[in-house]
Structure formats: structure tokens, C-alpha cells
């Protein structure tokens, strides 16, 4: 067997199996027959596989320009002449069948389709965002959600999504922010691993897996300033050690394609960038499925000022490693003549045309070019009662206190008049979240709504805008005060659009809109025990009558039952137990901010001077509310930590235990926190670093010893060379409930004993 084919085949394998999938490894005859059909095709046919076009036949509203987007007598023809592999953002059994019907029956060769869709965090069920799913701490969670995301999108005709994101964003001004996991790459990891898993399920063959395509490779969420599609300058170390390390986890639970980022690296654009897509992707990390283009990011090499024009481009970035082209259709019009004139080798064709075909094989495409195409599924799996429930759930879990003086939780069955003020008091329009394009308009449950459900009597719920999202209305601050005066609590919904979040929308100031902030700062002066409702897609910097009132709720995006979970935490009926992926700062300035930086040779510390160190002048230099915060309304106290041994051997481990205690009056749950930081070491390393965690459940006065196991493993960074390594030293170690506070202990890494002579 030619050695490029056996890479391939065996890492398809490899990866399957480290995922736990009850995987059929590709037989002889399957090998042969995609070794059979590159021999039958032309340079056109094998330029089409690695074409991915928008589907004109179910067209659905992308939110990429619509800029080339083919009429549906077009794109047939070019599917007849074997001319298209994959067909992305449309969904319906009927049109995929037919499209399906094109390929298999009336081309060439009868190579099937790839239906492909951006199921970022729904389908018709929307859940909550990313971020927002992130902030329970709970890979589990993440799993189920996204199963229930991949049963929905294969009943509609689905065979892969553009997800997760396995970008690690640490500028809060990015509007990316709200499709991840957050600051952490250990959180990140562990989420994208999960969200694999979920998608494709333990079978790619099955009806309902769903291809999972992390995105996006790599270090987008590095990008200057926040500006959306901007350069990235970032050491090799830092890429390896925070970029690189989700990608990884999400490979290795068995996704087979990825999707090459827009933005470029220390100024090559990923696209075409070798190093990246061939040496690192393929060489370091062992990924043998195959690449994306972002949508026409191969044509916009041009305007990077890396390509002379759009056939360079084509060349640049099938030689970097990017196997499909998506949108641009620069493969198909220049693949041909490059390939004749020997730009491009027929070799790199090949060995990209295998990778894609390979994992067509693996899903069982060419056994069953209709799975996924199944008219009572569609009727059946989407939009289910199961999924709303799982929806709620979420949602709820999603929710985090940043602070809360006793008025929350509200007594369900005491009668007392609630005003509900702001813009998204009954909103329907900003449930969903940003990459929620296939959800039903109007189908979401809105906060007004949820409330009323869970009160006793809902006449006693008045709900007044106050103002507009971005501008103030006649009379609006009046008519809120007045509603304020008259109420027992009230309830502000304030904070971003959904098109404030998601892609290109990088924002200068992260705060609530000005005429928000008014309306805030005015029914604050009427001094009623105030909740504040936070919607948003990224940390918000928070002041005055929102920063102080008596609560305040972190409720993002969180889907189509919003409102019902939202009024499940503000009445407790579920205790609110999320914690915060990524850092609130006090300003807007503070960007980027992240609780895992640097010492600096001038540290602040507390009650220390703060003359000549490492600070803005203007601002706090913490958090206001510190990654991993996040409250609960019962007291959970941890106390008796201890260690097994202070003395971590180099290839052995150490337990660490402390007692959770819930001292309150409610039953609840709390995400207990291991942090470590390396004392001394060759290169500087954060003040903490974020490496295990559990979620505990106790009922009132119930304790629990929580349990964490340390090895050299969780101790290793990337230092010279790009190695990774661990060295001998002092460690602290934190167990706590968010990284800035815990019980502290010490350990201490010894090297490995020399070899006996």
C-alpha cells in the first residue's frame, strides 16, 4: 500500500478508536475501491471532490455574504459533471435527496454528496450558546447536548456541522467569544472533546452521527486587538501550550476534518500556511482526516497580500494542506491547469481526494448514500419534547450568580407584585443567540413568559421596556420608574442583542448600550431589591445601577426555553450552580484579560503599594468577577485539605483531598477548582493554571471528600524547543471555588532517579 494511504486509513482508525467509537475499521476492499476510483478520475472530478458549494437546493439564510451562491439548474449540472463534493447550509430531507439523487445516479463515478451545515448550538431546539454551556463546567452536559443537536440535524439531512469551536478567546472584544468555551484551555479541551463526542455519537456510520469539523485552526481567538479576521503574533510556545492543546482533545475523540482559520500567524495567512496546516496539523498532532477552508478564505489570499490572485491562491493553499475549498470555487476553475503545468503536483491531489473520500467511506456513504435522508425522522427527531427539556435543563445550568445579597431566590408562592423592566423583558427576537439561523422565529420562550408561567398569579407581573436595546424611547424611563415604584422587586433585562455577539462583531467597548446603563441607573434610585438579568455573548464590564443591584444573574443566550429556565433559577426551583468560563473585567480596558497571565517583575499584591507596578492607573487590576466565580443559594465551605504526599515522585502521583461542606439551608451543587502554579521555571509561568475539577452535589449539612490525583503530566509546559516538559520544583496548588480564592498547600516535583550504571 502506498505509504500517504496507509497515514490516512491507519490515523482514521486510530482516531476512531481513541474516541471509544464502535467503529468498523475500513476493509481491503473498501481501500481498493478508493484506490480504484482516483484512478478513474479526471483532474476535474478530483478538483470537484475538494469543492464545497452553498446549497441551492434548500437554501436557508447563511449568515456568510451570499456572494456566489449558485441557482439550482447550475449547481445541478456541476453535481452531474462530478464538479462539487459537498453541498453546506441547507437543510430538508426532500432537497438533499435530490441533490443526493445527482450524484449518485447521474454522475460519472456515483460519488456521494457531503451535506454539511453550521449547527452551532441548535437546529430547531436551540440550546444555549457555547460560552454560555461552558459556564456548567460539565463536559456531560455538552455531550448530551449536542447528541440531541446531531439527532435534530440528521433528521433534516445533515451529515456534518462547522463545530465545535475549539478556539481559545481571551479578548472579550471579539465577538467569536460567545462560540467557545471561554479563557481556559484545559475547560476548552475538555468541551470540544465532549461536543465531539456527542455529535458523532460511538458509530460515524449510524443515521443519526453527525461529523463533527473544530474550528478553527488555529489561534483565531488570538487575533489583535479582538478584530474580527485580524492577524495573529503569538510565540510558538503560547501556540502550542494555549492554542493548540483543544484541537488535539477534539481529534483525539474522533473528529475527522477541521477547518483552517482566517485570520494569519506571525504573517502567513492559516490558509496557507504549511508550517500550520502540513508540519504541525499533520506532522506534530498526527490528524489525518482532512481541512477546510473557511468560506472563500482561499480567495482572500489575494487580498492578504500573500497571493498575486485567485489562481496563486488555489495553489498556496492546496499545497499548505487545506483538502476542501469552501464557497470560493477556486479548486475547480484553476486545480486543472495547475496540475498541467506542474504548479501543483497530481501527488497532492491524490493523497487530498483520498483523505476526503476516506472519511466518506468511514461514515458509510458509499454503502448508503441516503443515510440521514430519512423523510420519518424528520418528522420525528426534530424539535422533540425531550429536546425542549434537555433545552431547559441547559439553560438552567447555564445561569451563573455573580452576586446576590439574600433577595434571590424570589418565594414562588408568595403573591407580590414584580416589575419587569428593560428590552428584553418579553423579547422574542434575542433568545437564540448569534449561529442559530434554522431555529424558528418566535418559538422561544421569553422572560416575561417564564416568569408568568412559574407565579402564583401573573397579573402581578408588570413588564414595561423602559427603552429600546440601543436608544432611549418617549417616556420609557418615566413609565419605568413608575412600574418600579409600584412593584415589591424588580427584575431589569438588560444587556446585548444577539447580533452584538457571533462573527464580526468585535466591539471597542464591552458594555451594556448607553440608554440601558440610564434606564438601570434611574430604577436603582428607586430603591426596591432589584435582579438584574444580564443577556450577552461575552464577559461585560458592568457599572453602577447595574454593577449594584441586590442580584445579579449572568443569563447569556440560552435558546428556546430561556425564559422557563431563567424563572426556574430566579424561583428556585433549581439552584443556580454555573461558574464563569471567562473573566468580567471592571473596564472595557482592561482587554484582554485572563485570569491565567503573568506574574511580571513588578507585581501588584495585596494591601501592597501600587506604585511602579504592573497595573492601569484607572482601574482595578483583578477581575470583577474572576474566571470560574460563580455563587449558589446555599454556602458551600471547604476546609481539612491535605495531600497524600508533598512529595510528587516523577513517574508517580500525589491525592489530593478536601471536605466540601453545604452549611446552608438549601440543597445544591458547587464545581470545586484545582489551580497549580509552577514557583521556578525556565520559562515564566501564570499566577495559576486551571487543571481539575467536580461537580459536588449536597444536601443541607451534608459534607463530601473531593478527591483530585496530580502527576507530572498535569505539571508540563511547553518550553525550549517546543518540548513538552515538566521540571522538578515547588508547585502551589489551590482547591477552591474559583481561581482567586481556595485553600493553598505545596508540592513539590522531584526528577526521575539517574539509571543505574
Request: glycine content about 10%; aromatic content about 8%; proline content about 5%.
Amino acid at each position: 500500500m502506498n505509504p500517504d494511504r496507509r497515514t490516512v486509513l491507519s490515523g482514521i482508525i486510530a482516531s476512531a478508536i481513541a474516541s471509544g467509537f464502535s467503529f468498523r475499521a475500513l476493509a481491503a476492499e473498501e481501500v481498493t475501491r478508493v484506490d480504484d476510483l482516483i484512478k478513474k478520475m479526471t483532474i476535474e472530478e478530483k478538483a470537484g471532490q475538494m469543492t464545497c458549494l452553498a446549497d441551492a437546493f434548500r437554501p436557508f439564510n447563511p449568515p456568510n455574504p451570499a456572494a456566489g451562491i449558485q441557482d439550482v439548474k447550475k449547481l445541478s449540472e456541476e453535481i452531474r459533471k462530478g464538479r462539487v463534493g459537498c453541498l453546506f447550509n441547507g437543510i430538508g430531507v426532500a432537497g438533499a435527496r435530490k441533490a443526493q439523487e445527482i450524484a449518485v445516479n447521474d454522475s460519472r463515478l456515483g460519488i456521494p454528496l457531503l451535506l454539511a451545515g453550521d449547527v452551532i448550538h441548535g437546529l430547531k431546539t436551540i440550546f444555549p450558546v457555547p460560552l454560555a454551556e461552558a459556564s456548567s463546567f460539565d463536559p456531560v452536559l455538552a455531550q448530551r447536548t449536542a447528541r440531541a443537536m446531531a439527532l435534530e440535524a440528521t433528521a433534516a439531512g445533515l451529515h456534518l456541522t462547522f463545530a465545535p469551536m475549539a478556539d481559545v478567546a481571551r479578548d472579550q472584544r471579539w465577538g467569536r467569544v460567545v462560540e467557545g468555551a471561554g479563557e481556559d484551555v484545559t475547560l476548552t479541551a475538555l468541551l470540544s472533546a465532549a461536543r465531539v463526542r456527542g455529535f458523532q455519537g460511538r458509530d460515524l456510520r449510524r443515521d443519526d452521527s453527525l461529523l463533527a469539523c473544530p474550528k478553527h485552526f488555529a489561534a483565531y481567538g488570538a487575533v489583535a486587538g479582538g478584530l474580527e479576521y485580524g492577524s495573529v503574533d503569538i510565540s510558538d510556545e503560547t501556540l502550542r501550550e494555549t492554542h493548540l492543546p483543544p484541537f488535539g482533545s477534539a481529534f483525539a475523540a474522533g473528529a475527522l476534518t477541521t477547518m483552517a482559520a482566517f485570520s494569519e500567524i506571525n504573517g502567513v495567512p492559516a490558509t496557507a500556511d504549511r508550517t500550520l496546516l502540513t508540519d504541525i496539523l499533520r506532522g506534530e498532532m498526527g490528524f489525518t482526516g482532512f481541512v477546510f477552508s473557511d468560506y472563500t478564505a482561499d480567495e482572500e489570499l489575494v487580498a492578504h497580500g500573500y497571493a498575486e490572485d485567485d489562481r496563486d491562491a488555489a495553489r498556496l493553499a492546496v499545497l499548505a494542506g487545506v483538502d476542501m475549498s469552501m464557497q470560493s470555487g477556486l479548486y475547480i476553475r484553476y486545480l486543472p491547469d495547475l496540475v498541467k503545468s506542474g504548479a501543483v503536483p497530481m501527488g497532492t491531489v491524490d493523497v487530498a481526494v483520498r483523505r476526503i473520500l476516506y472519511v466518506k467511506m468511514a461514515m458509510g456513504l458509499f454503502d448508503n448514500p441516503w443515510r440521514s435522508l430519512d423523510e420519518a425522522a424528520e418528522k420525528s427527531r426534530i424539535g422533540a419534547p425531550v429536546h425542549r427539556e434537555l433545552a431547559r435543563e441547559a439553560g438552567a445550568r447555564s445561569i451563573v450568580l455573580l452576586q446576590n445579597d439574600g433577595v434571590l431566590p424570589l418565594d414562588k408562592g408568595k403573591k407580590q407584585k414584580i416589575a419587569l423592566i428593560g428590552p428584553f423583558g418579553d423579547d422574542k427576537a434575542n433568545l437564540y443567540g448569534p449561529w442559530a439561523f434554522y431555529g424558528d422565529p418566535g418559538k422561544g420562550v421569553d422572560v416575561a413568559s417564564g416568569l408568568r408561567g412559574a407565579m402564583v398569579d401573573p397579573d402581578q407581573l408588570t413588564v414595561v421596556p423602559g427603552c429600546a436595546i440601543h436608544g432611549p424611547t418617549d417616556g420609557g424611563i418615566e413609565a419605568a420608574v413608575k412600574a418600579a415604584k409600584a412593584a415589591d422587586v424588580v427584575i431589569l433585562a438588560l444587556g446585548e442583542s444577539q447580533d452584538m455577539s457571533g462573527e464580526a462583531q468585535s466591539r471597542t467597548v464591552i458594555e451594556i448600550p448607553p440608554a440601558q446603563q440610564a434606564l438601570a441607573d434611574a430604577v436603582a434610585a428607586v430603591k426596591k431589591p432589584t435582579v438584574v438579568l444580564l443577556r450577552h455573548g461575552r464577559a461585560l464590564a458592568i457599572h453602577d445601577g447595574v454593577a449594584n443591584a441586590n442580584a445579579v444573574l449572568a443569563t447569556w443566550f440560552l435558546g428556546s426555553e430561556a425564559g422557563n429556565a431563567i424563572a426556574d433559577v430566579v424561583f428556585g426551583k433549581v439552584d443556580p450552580s454555573g461558574k464563569l468560563p471567562v473573566s468580567f473585567p471592571w473596564e472595557s480596558g482592561q482587554e484582554p484579560f485572563f485570569y491565567d497571565r503573568k506574574s511580571t517583575g513588578r507585581p501588584t499584591v495585596p494591601n501592597g503599594s501600587t506604585e511602579y507596578k504592573a497595573r492601569y492607573a484607572t482601574t482595578d487590576n483583578s477581575a470583577r468577577y474572576s474566571f470560574g466565580h460563580g455563587l449558589s443559594y446555599t454556602r458551600f465551605t471547604l476546609d481539612k485539605l491535605q495531600v497524600s504526599d508533598p512529595a510528587l515522585r516523577w513517574d508517580g502521583t500525589v491525592s489530593i483531598t478536601a471536605r466540601l461542606t453545604n452549611s446552608g439551608k438549601r440543597r445544591g451543587s458547587e464545581i470545586v477548582q484545582l489551580y497549580t502554579r509552577d514557583r521556578v521555571a525556565s520559562r515564566t509561568r501564570p499566577i495559576r493554571e486551571f487543571k481539575k475539577m467536580e461537580r459536588v452535589t449536597l444536601e443541607p449539612g451534608e459534607s463530601r471528600t473531593v478527591r483530585f490525583t496530580l502527576s507530572r503530566t498535569d505539571l508540563e509546559f511547553v518550553g525550549a524547543g517546543n518540548r513538552r516538559l515538566a521540571e522538578p520544583g515547588a508547585f502551589d496548588v489551590w482547591v477552591g471555588q474559583s481561581s482567586e480564592d481556595g485553600l493553598h498547600t505545596q508540592i513539590t516535583l522531584y526528577a526521575a532517579a539517574p539509571a543505574s550504571a
